[in-house]
């Protein structure tokens, strides 16, 4: 039995014991030696690592955010101090005996370079990827070998909660970077044996390009980021392509409005495809791992299932720093319990998520493990957005952007921030322009945007 197989229908008490042996092991035996950012930190504020027992002890180490991650003029690699570096000094002085007794043994029977290359393997960067750049400068993230096999864990984990058949053709649209998107998903067909085409996105092939790679590959599941996965099915509908073998489709990278699976599954009946299965997944790069909401007949939002065996996660108000009780909104924070090479740890994600974590029992799947609700904003798309007054009322134009997705009349909508007649001392005018769907009466889409945004 895998420890996924095990760990995911644990009872929470069980699931929670077991964090806290992890946490503690891992706090001791990596984090404090190995971290010079993190060996700081607690120095700085009288922490030892004793003192982290618990789940709850977690409250005692300050969070950690981008910010820290980001080059000063000091300091312009600053993101080398997240990099974990053990030397034999620390190794010996932090390892307990049980854990240096194996590579005591390598090295009396195989050489002191077998015990070098193993070191290397489970803590070197040998991977690089980068941070989006959306809310700050892309900065660099490193996985080790011992990442790298957490990647290939996770992949398989998804394909499990997802409920794949392992005989899938999967045709991977996200775009080709050095991003976690991409990689979560070709390591998830590495791992599992499922057939992968990854195509790079639009930039590499074309939508055209894209769209003839699917039909030849006759794609079981088709992964990518929502709005381009909309888009192409949208193409594929007006060209009239045959997308019958089609059974599920992945969304990841970016929000899932409510009503868009609801879009797909019609455009795709529209290609031939029916009784579509539609996934929101969430990831993000500091985590090095992604996660996916399981199977229902209606395509509903069942929250992302988390790996508690892997990482801790809270929910904190942003404001206050403080962790919030089991289901209130408030911000992710973000604590790894297998990582190595580049780590955060207590890492403000910026990710809103309404609704908090979810504890009991998956009513779909019956999975124990924790669950993270599928209605996530990102900080960064708060910033770029903002929260603005229009006639004097405050607006989330991150929520009039999901009223828009939602409405299964509207293709596509642009939102439009003017003064009445371009003065500029008039008064504000959100103005919405809508293409809606051909025989869709605009008077009654009309009435629709109106009606909601009140």
């Known amino acids: 039995m895998t420890a996924w197989q095990r760990i995911q229908r644990l009872?929470?008490?069980e699931q929670r014991a077991a964090q806290d042996a992890l946490l503690q092991r891992y706090v001791r035996e990596h984090l404090y030696p190995f971290s010079p950012y993190y060996r700081a930190l607690f120095d700085d504020n009288g922490i030892k690592p004793e003192q982290i027992k618990t789940v709850d002890d977690l409250r005692r180490i300050p969070l950690s955010s981008k910010l820290?991650?980001?080059?000063?003029?000091?300091?312009?690699?600053?993101f080398k101090k997240f990099i974990l570096q053990p030397d034999p000094a620390s190794i010996k002085k932090a390892w307990p005996l049980k854990k240096k007794l194996p590579l005591l043994w390598q090295k009396w029977t195989q050489g002191a370079d077998a015990v070098r290359k193993r070191?290397?393997?489970?803590?070197?960067?040998?991977?690089?990827?980068f941070t989006t750049g959306r809310s700050a400068e892309p900065v660099p993230f490193f996985y080790s070998p011992h990442d790298i096999q957490n990647l290939y864990d996770t992949g398989a984990r998804l394909v499990d909660v997802m409920d794949l058949d392992p005989d899938y053709r999967i045709a991977n649209v996200f775009p080709y970077a050095p991003h976690l998107a991409f990689w979560q998903v070709f390591f998830a067909g590495q791992a599992t044996g499922m057939m992968t085409l990854s195509t790079g996105g639009g930039k590499v092939m074309g939508s055209s390009g894209d769209l003839r790679a699917i039909t030849r590959l006759k794609a079981d599941a088709l992964i990518g980021v929502p709005g381009y996965v909309y888009h192409l099915l949208r193409r594929a509908v007006s060209e009239g392509i045959d997308l019958s073998s089609i059974r599920c489709v992945g969304l990841g990278a970016e929000r899932v409005p409510p009503g868009l699976k609801d879009k797909i599954t019609q455009l795709l009946a529209a290609t031939g495809a029916n009784n579509v299965s539609v996934f929101g997944t969430y990831g993000f790069t500091e985590a090095r791992m992604a996660f996916a909401e399981c199977p229902t007949k209606d395509n509903a939002y069942t929250g992302y299932h988390l790996y508690p065996d892997l990482a801790i996660?809270?929910?904190i108000d942003p404001e206050t720093g403080e962790v919030l009780p089991d289901g209130e909104d408030g911000e992710l924070v973000f604590t790894p319990l297998q990582a190595r090479a580049s780590t955060v740890f207590r890492y403000r994600t910026g990710?809103?998520?309404?609704?908090?974590?979810?504890?009991?029992?998956?009513?779909?799947?019956?999975?124990?493990v924790p669950r993270i609700s599928s209605d996530l904003t990102?900080?960064?798309?708060?910033?770029?957005?903002?929260?603005?007054k229009v006639k004097g009322t405050l607006v989330n134009l991150e929520d009039a952007a999901m009223l828009l997705g939602s409405m299964p009349e509207v293709e596509e909508w642009q939102i439009e921030l003017r003064k009445k007649d371009d003065d500029p001392h008039e008064v504000d005018e959100m103005v919405v322009h809508l293409s809606v769907k051909s025989g869709c009466s605009e008077n009654i889409a009309t009435e629709r945007v109106q009606e909601l945004f009140k």
């Open 351 to 368: 990710d809103r998520v309404r609704g908090g974590l979810q504890y009991e029992p998956c009513p779909h799947c019956g999975r124990t």
């Open 378 to 388: 990102r900080e960064s798309s708060l910033k770029d957005l903002q929260l603005l």
């Open 68 to 78: 820290d991650l980001l080059p000063t003029d000091d300091d312009p690699q600053r």
């Open 119 to 129: 070191i290397r393997n489970e803590f070197a960067p040998s991977f690089m990827t």
């Open 11 to 13: 009872p929470r008490g």
């Open 313 to 315: 996660f809270e929910v």
